[in-house]
């Protein structure tokens, strides 16, 4: 293990145990009995949301080619050192679902520059190309005028992979001291979006569908939203992706830290 860098995000405590190193696979085929659909690059687009003030969904944001580029790159994240891994929730137990980090390693529920629940290894660096997507995507949810484009300054990414029955209970962005906007990209499987309240992980619920290439964006108000994915429904990811069964979630923020 490397040695642990607490920051000011260090909320409650940690497991002891370390998370359990996975990899990524192969890529699906087509589910049986379906009828393989292929990446469309031109398709028509489906009306941009605004689910909750301050949240936007921006149907069909990533066009085939760039969904592509992305599950390439996730399998290069993918490898150790600091690789994807189950993380351990401090009472022990693993989350269903898979990660690997960018930029600021995130494990439940604190933040440090080395894989610190796996081998210690020092985090990727978030890539330049990714971090210009997320500046993009803020631009696209709220306009390249907004004071969120021009100061959004991101600096770490958490990527899931949700296989099989994974995951995500309804929780907060919290350990980050800034107030800027979180970006998922979504790809794979389509899966339901549930989001609560900024002082309530209870009902009612909004959710929202989120497809391969689609982008959500919450901050301005919701930035501390409680939110979760109850449901990602199998073998509805667009054929020829590159991806194992099921949803990645590429999520870009500005944490904060220095």
């Given at each position: ?19 359990e190193p996975v990899a990524v696979g192969p890529a699906a085929g ?16 489906r009306r941009v949301q605004h689910p909750l003030p301050g949240v ?188 194992p069964a099921g949803r990645l979630s590429i999520t870009v923020r ?5």
């Amino acid at each position: 293990m490397g040695s642990r860098r607490d920051t000011p995000g260090l909320r409650g405590r940690t497991s002891r145990l370390g998370g359990e190193p996975v990899a990524v696979g192969p890529a699906a085929g087509p589910a049986p009995g379906q009828l393989a659909l292929g990446l469309v690059d031109d398709g028509p687009g489906r009306r941009v949301q605004h689910p909750l003030p301050g949240v936007v969904h921006v149907p069909d944001w990533l066009a085939a080619a760039a969904q592509r580029d992305l599950v390439a790159q996730f399998r290069d994240w993918a490898a150790p050192p600091a690789g994807l891994r189950r993380p351990r929730m401090p009472t022990g137990h693993l989350m269903s679902l898979e990660a690997v980090c960018l930029g600021w390693h995130w494990y439940p529920y604190a933040y440090s520059r080395t894989a610190d629940d796996t081998d210690g290894a020092p985090v990727k660096a978030l890539p330049p190309g990714l971090r210009a997507l997320a500046c993009d995507a803020v631009a696209a949810a709220y306009g390249a005028d907004s004071a969120e484009a021009v100061a959004f300054a991101p600096d770490a990414a958490i990527v899931n992979l949700y296989r099989d029955d994974a995951r995500l209970g309804l929780h907060q962005d919290g350990e980050e001291p800034s107030d800027a906007p979180v970006v998922t990209i979504s790809l794979g499987d389509t899966c339901t979006f549930r989001m609560a309240g900024v002082d309530r992980r209870v009902g009612p619920f909004v959710d929202v569908e989120l497809r391969s290439g689609d982008l959500l964006v919450f901050g301005r108000a919701q930035r501390r939203v409680f939110h979760g994915v109850p449901r990602v429904r199998p073998g509805t990811a667009p054929d020829g992706l590159g991806l194992p069964a099921g949803r990645l979630s590429i999520t870009v923020r500005e944490t904060g830290f220095a």
